[in-house]
């Protein structure tokens, strides 16, 4: 099948005005243009990079929701309470409620919303801190980023709404009040002026500009980063400019499997633990939970002090997560024919990596991980020749802190007050995620709220609000 190609609208063809604008072209943009065009808004995407698609178009695993249809569909019996509560553990009991009860009621209809534009998400699978396959990924088990990307860009482009790449936002206009009238953008034929009566920012996080992740956490200074190059905060600077307040901006995520060793990164996704990865030392042991959730995981890998873990699983696991296709055909991959050739590759103990093995295989069969606790991911075994490894290591991944917004997805200033006009939502915003996001739901959040930011954005033009 060939590659689907979006055309971006030239600019010369913006407008002096819109009903709102959205500045960020990942899937928390792309939903909320999507959602004010169908509820009548004018509505024009503002995007700083040339290629669409922000750190969404890099997700892998899968997209979190509770009591969904096709969980019943696959005989699954689920509760919105338990991803609740799950979700607020793993978030140290430091999320912001309001927020995430939103989030959770409304998760399963945007699976719903995104299945009428052609975007099915059939298939599950399962992640960490999770008790329940939730995280819904297309039938052909691809990465669930690109598909979305790709199919929210046809929808847009049939809907003719206009997206402007290699255009940067620099400045939230606002009036003697506060209330914001527009942006400022530059793009290829120089700076211009665009009026709205509302404001939409979904620029993403900050994880990979080293300026803000050193001011608030310096201990994360040298790490490597998962995120796309354009990750720098751009939206966090506007919203403060406009008189934002920001929240939680220790909160930083750092993704326990990683490749690190190129010059580039690349996230190796939760899914590959879900469907029954585990992770070894050199003395080919496991030595942590593999799904318990990413900050203990990470913390445990860092703790070896042994230059990262390796990931292993066998033709039954890569099967199920077709993700594994890329890292191999980039060189990811280290092959064996057998377990003892594989820990030979690596250097990891043959002896000790059969054992662990054996032992693993043992745990699955009577469905009892006595050596670590682990209870989902156990679908299969290790045992369908050939066998694989990844090297991996923790790397800098999301960006919990943001602006501070409230459930309808308004932005607020230093006192709490609203500021009239300027919504934010997805990696830009804050509070949702506690300490610690779970896997499954940065992309759940895209689309739940993007949705939201597009629904509040389009009642306030209409004077609803």
């Known amino acids: 099948m060939a590659k689907y190609e979006f055309k971006s609208s030239p600019i010369d063809l913006v407008n002096p005005s819109y009903d709102l604008v959205v500045i960020g072209a990942g899937g928390t943009g792309l939903s909320a ?111 669930v980023g690109g ?9 847009i482009e049939a809907a003719r709404i206009p997206v402007f790449n290699k255009t940067k936002v620099v400045k939230v206009l606002q009036d003697e009040k506060g209330k914001v009238t527009g942006i400022d953008i530059v793009g290829p034929d120089g700076r211009r002026k665009v009026m709205a009566k509302a404001v939409i920012l979904a620029t993403g996080g900050f994880g990979a500009s080293k300026e803000i992740i050193k001011k608030y956490r310096p201990d994360l200074e040298g790490y490597k980063t998962t995120n796309q190059a354009g990750a720098t905060g751009d939206g966090l600077i506007l919203g403060e400019e406009a008189g934002a307040e920001l929240v ?41 939970n593999e799904l318990d959730t990413r900050k203990v995981v990470s913390a445990a890998i860092t703790g070896l002090n042994e230059d990262g873990a390796y990931l292993i699983f066998d033709q039954g696991v890569r099967d199920h997560v077709k ?5 191999d055909h980039i060189g990811l991959v280290e092959h064996g024919a057998t377990l003892e050739e594989l820990a030979g590759k690596i250097g990891v103990d043959a002896a000790g990596l059969e054992a662990t093995v054996a032992s693993w295989n043992e745990a699955v069969k009577g469905q009892d991980d006595q050596a670590f606790g682990r209870t989902t991911g156990m679908d299969r075994d290790i045992s369908v020749a050939p066998y694989f490894a990844i090297h991996i290591h923790p790397a800098i991944h999301y960006t919990m802190g943001g602006l501070h917004i409230n459930p309808e997805t308004q932005v607020l200033g230093k006192d709490d007050k609203v500021i009239e006009g300027l919504y934010a939502a997805g990696e830009v915003s804050g509070g949702l995620h506690g300490n610690n996001r779970i896997g499954g739901n940065s992309v759940a959040e895209t689309v739940v709220f993007g949705r939201q930011a597009g629904i509040q954005a389009s009642k306030f033009v209409r004077g609803e609000n």
Do not use: C
């Open 33 to 143: 243009a999507l959602q004010a065009h169908e509820l009548g808004a004018s509505v024009a995407v503002f995007e700083k990079n040339e290629v669409l698609g922000g750190n969404t178009s890099k997700a892998s695993s899968g997209m979190n929701a509770a009591e969904s249809l096709v969980q019943f569909k696959h005989g699954i019996i689920d509760n919105k309470a338990d991803f609740y509560q799950e979700t607020l553990k793993g978030g140290g009991n430091l999320n912001d409620e309001a927020m995430l009860s939103y989030f959770v009621d409304h998760a399963a209809l945007a699976i719903d919303w995104l299945k009428q534009y052609g975007v099915e998400l059939d298939d599950l699978t399962i992640t960490g801190g999770m008790s329940k396959k939730r995280a819904h990924r297309p039938a052909s088990m691809a990465p």
């Open 248 to 288: 939680q901006m220790d909160f930083i995520q750092v993704h326990p499997t990683a490749q690190t060793d190129g010059e580039k990164t690349f996230l190796i996704g939760e899914a590959v633990r879900g469907e029954g990865a585990i992770l070894v030392n050199k003395a080919g042991q496991r030595f942590i």
């Open 323 to 327: 993700a594994v296709e890329f890292y």
């Open 147 to 155: 598909y979305l990307i790709t199919g929210l860009l046809k929808s």
